[in-house]
């Protein structure tokens, strides 16, 4: 886990972030999934994910950044701008701001993946903020502090 050391965007730094370890130190666990920081600048951010079954992120909007995940394992249930799909291992989603979006892990195994945003915004010290915290509706309350827009619960079938 993280020290609590304040994120401070800057130009890339050169150098290895090691398997199992997040830059500066950062590894959350939002929700049930674990976030590992892979790069953090000012121009983008990567985090790769462990999804467990049954996890997942409702539909949000991010409205001043990019979003990608490329899925290194198992296999996630999306929503894209009024669509389910679902993406495997090597497969890349694109999903470029304002694009209501979800994510799911609707099967029996764990998912792994890389997300990246560009550029970084606010997510990184979002997930700062989402660290072990267990309120749902608070996660939707910071997310909206961070630019992450929820929408209401009920406004996407299947969700």
Known sequence: MFDGDEIVLGPLPKGIVR???GQHRRV???LGH????KAISESSFAFETLDPPGTGVPPH???TQDEHIHVLGGVFTLYLDGQWEEAGPGDTVLMPR???HAYYNRTEADTR?????SPTGNLAHLFDQLHDLRDPDEVV????LHDVEF???GSVPGA
């Open 98 to 100: 304002g694009l209501p």
């Open 141 to 144: 309350r910071q997310s909206a």
């Open 28 to 30: 959350w666990n939002v």
């Open 113 to 117: 993946a890389l997300f990246w945003v």
């Open 19 to 21: 398997a199992g370890e």
């Open 34 to 37: 674990t976030y590992w920081a």
């Open 61 to 63: 909007v991010h409205p």
């Open 151 to 153: 929408l209401p619960p």
